[in-house]
DNA sequence: TACGTAGATCGATGGCGGTTGATCTCGAGC
DNA sequence: GCTCGAGATCAACCGCCATCGATCTACGTA
């Protein structure tokens, strides 16, 4: 029947042999999937991702003593999570005195960005 | 000293008082928060990254049979980081006599792409 | 020196996630 | 009805992750 083709024109095949014919590829490479993959396991949190989003809001630096009490998790968590964002690249830090300011490295999220306005 | 007051000039404080005044804040909603957290985490794996890209290249419908080839996993591992993705809403799929046929919701990403894009 | 505080680290716990071989389901063709 | 293939599900393994109490370190103050 004429309709069997049209809804599944690349699988008419000989037994045995491959299902069709590989026509689509992705377009980003696995080393930059990784990395993507990377920002976007770090913003996989909804606490981090908040986190990204009051630092984002302030083009400085923001003390831990005011992010901790944002959140209703104990004290270690959020040092823990400010940690992931760190590894990740998404945010780096300044001790001085008493006191740990952190701050967004936009460009960390660039990519990640760019390739979802895609 | 006066260097003091002009590096942490919101901690000068009386013994037992809070550390600070909560100045900053999430413009994020919690709700917000853990659905773009849920999409971030769908996207925290490069294999389903590039599944998404190759989706996201075909307006259309693309075929289980054309995805699996492409990765160096397993065909039930391919299977699991779709119903992953499907999980999220980020694709959905039809089935159509053998084969399953995958395609991208966009609207998914739109969320989470605006908010890294402000 | 002694004490208090900011924040990082440690250790333990419980749950979640990626992977795969085996199995199951459903449709197609003979 | 039988067989075969596509793809989803199952069961199990293993490693990672979020969380928090306890502890540690560095600094400031009296």
Same mark, same amino acid.
């Given at each position: 029947?004429?309709?069997?083709l049209?809804?599944?024109?690349?699988?008419?095949r000989?037994?045995?042999?491959?299902?069709?014919?590989?026509?689509?590829?992705?377009?980003?490479?696995?080393?930059?999937?990784?990395?993507?993959?990377?920002?976007?396991?770090?913003?996989?949190?909804?606490? #981090? %991702?908040?986190?990204?989003?009051?630092? &984002?809001?302030? *083009?400085? $630096?923001?003390?831990?003593?005011? /992010?901790?009490?944002?959140f209703?998790?104990?004290?270690?968590?959020?040092?823990?999570?400010?940690?992931?964002?760190?590894?990740?690249?998404?945010?780096?830090?300044?001790?001085? #005195? %008493?006191?740990?300011?952190?701050?967004? &490295?936009?460009? *960390?999220? $660039?990519?990640?960005?760019?390739? /979802?306005?895609?």
């Amino acid at each position: 029947m004429a309709v069997d083709l049209e809804l599944t024109p690349k699988h008419k095949r000989a037994p045995g042999e491959p299902c069709c014919e590989p026509v689509v590829y992705p377009e980003v490479e696995r080393q930059e999937a990784e990395r993507m993959a990377v920002v976007a396991k770090a913003l996989a949190d909804p606490v #981090r %991702l908040q986190l990204v989003d009051v630092l &984002r809001r302030h *083009a400085g $630096e923001v003390c831990v003593c005011e /992010l901790t009490p944002l959140f209703d998790v104990a004290q270690p968590t959020v040092s823990h999570h400010l940690k992931v964002l760190r590894g990740a690249g998404i945010v780096d830090s300044v001790r001085r #005195r %008493l006191w740990a300011y952190y701050f967004v &490295r936009p460009e *960390a999220l $660039e990519e990640l960005s760019d390739w /979802l306005r895609s």
